[in-house]
């Protein structure tokens, strides 16, 4: 029987990077296996909840993340997030431990410094739409098509600035390390100090694994199929069914 067929279905839960909305990963689907299930954690603001105001608070922004997802934050998943997105993931995880809520069964961090490791004057300067678009342009990512839309260009601006005033919200708190594997992902030409990515080894009481990619701060874009490769390899051997069989006899 293929190994596949009886894997457990894992939800596998994504959160964006500043000024994008979830819908960033809906490509992912085509690539995944059948037993994986993309379910995108949408933030205000963005996509489905355009109508909704943004939140700048990181604190408040993972409350109400976990509330209107409670129903996914629970059984077999695990949370992935992209530079902000990661924070987030982060944030969540340890929301569910003090709710005494179902953890994820791993947290996957990308292109995203450690918590206690992340650069607060990062985002303490001016946001005006030169320092933004610039700052869109460093980083990559960005398809050419946004830029030569007014109206586009403005939306992200906007969500891009409210995005970097909650970053700059964030104030970390000296935890217990989380009892779940932890794997980075980081790209070999972003900015992001590499000690500064294998940091996320102390934030788990678990595994800890960290891949690199060719590229900069979008790496997952540019090196879709490596990093997809890898996520999948990582789930396989997380929910393998052997090693289920194996502790259901222990």
């Known amino acids: ?42 933030l205000p ?6 109508g909704e105001p943004l939140v700048e608070d990181f604190q408040t922004l993972v409350a109400q993340l976990a509330e209107r997802y409670a129903e996914s934050l629970r059984g077999q998943y695990v949370l992935l997030g992209h530079s902000m997105g990661a924070l987030l993931a982060y944030g969540l995880a340890q929301t569910q431990r003090t709710l ?7 947290l996957f961090v990308c292109g995203s410094a450690a918590p206690a490791l992340r650069d607060v004057t990062r985002f303490s300067g001016k946001l005006d739409d030169e320092v933004l678009i610039a700052d ?21 601006l906007d969500t891009l600035a409210a995005d970097y005033r909650l970053c700059a919200s964030y104030r970390h708190q000296q935890r217990a390390p989380l009892p779940l594997p932890i794997h ?15 940091a996320w080894a102390h934030e788990t009481a678990a595994s800890f694994s960290m891949n690199w990619f060719e590229g900069g701060h979008f790496f997952i874009r540019q090196q879709e199929p490596e990093v997809l490769t890898v996520l999948e390899r990582e789930l396989q051997a997380l929910f393998s069914p052997t090693d289920h069989a194996s502790a259901a006899t222990a």
């Open 100 to 106: 005494q809520r179902p953890l994820p069964n791993a």
């Open 136 to 156: 869109l342009r460093r980083q990559g990512g960005t398809p050419e098509e946004l830029f030569q839309s007014p109206e586009l260009l403005r939306m992200t």
């Open 1 to 42: 029987m293929n190994a596949s067929a009886v894997r457990p279905t894992v939800d596998l839960l994504v959160l964006p990077c500043a000024g994008a909305s979830a819908t960033m990963y809906l490509r992912w689907r085509r690539f995944l296996s059948a037993w994986l299930r993309l379910v995108p954690l949408e």
């Open 184 to 198: 980075a992902l980081g790209g070999r030409a972003d900015e992001i100090a590499p000690a500064s990515l294998t």
């Open 45 to 50: 603001g963005r996509g489905e909840r355009y």
